[in-house]
């Protein structure tokens, strides 16, 4: 069998890749103490987490630039938070889902490109991939807070945060873009 005319849905995870995925998701987790940090000096400290979390998002991905890749991190992230946050179990396992109409968006752009792995490298389908999580991102942790935690939030402050974590998400796939590529040099 002619391995340059493999599927890329078909390419199985090595131990590079999934060390790759536990380190980005990891570092999600690290980031994620500055976020928290920033709360105490800026109300709209979740925005910044969508910051730093699609930044992790697009270098794993460009990194590793195989399907479900997004998967995989986001279980690493969650399972981190699981066991060491203690985060309540109907939070994370509704987190699981957000990264495959994301992946769907991936695997129908893939065919538009000779290489299926180069959709992996387009910054543009990077980037709408980044902007699909976010809003399923956000949009879980909103409905978790108001009724799962039974947290009250005003509205208003809501859709700032949100514009605020679709506008951070520009940069924060661009950094992790960048990170990715230079990664992705210094391995091949």
């Known amino acids: 069998m002619d391995k340059k005319k493999v599927n890329v849905g078909n390419k199985k995870f090595t131990a590079v890749d999934l060390i790759t995925v536990v380190i980005f ?19 709209f400290n979740h925005s910044f987490m969508h910051f730093f979390n699609t930044f992790c998002l697009a270098g794993c991905i460009t990194v590793v630039k195989k399907r479900y890749a997004a998967f995989y991190y986001t279980v690493g992230w969650c399972a981190i938070n699981f066991f060491l946050q203690g985060e309540h179990w109907s939070y994370w396992a509704l987190v699981l889902l957000l990264p495959f109409l994301p992946e769907l968006y991936m ?14 490298h387009s910054f543009k389908d990077l980037l709408v991939f980044c902007l699909i999580y976010t809003v399923i991102y956000f949009c879980f942790v909103w ?23 679709l506008v951070l998400a520009f940069p924060g796939t661009y950094l992790g873009y960048k990170l990715g590529t230079k990664v992705n040099s210094l391995i091949n």
């Open 25 to 43: 998701a990891a570092l999600v987790r690290v980031l994620w103490i500055v976020f928290k940090s920033v709360g105490v000096i800026f109300p």
């Open 143 to 165: 409905w978790s807070l108001l009724y799962i935690f039974l947290i009250p939030i005003n509205w208003g402050l809501s859709a700032i945060a949100f514009a605020g974590a």
């Open 107 to 120: 695997k129908a752009r893939a065919k538009a490109f000779e290489n299926p792995d180069d959709v992996y």
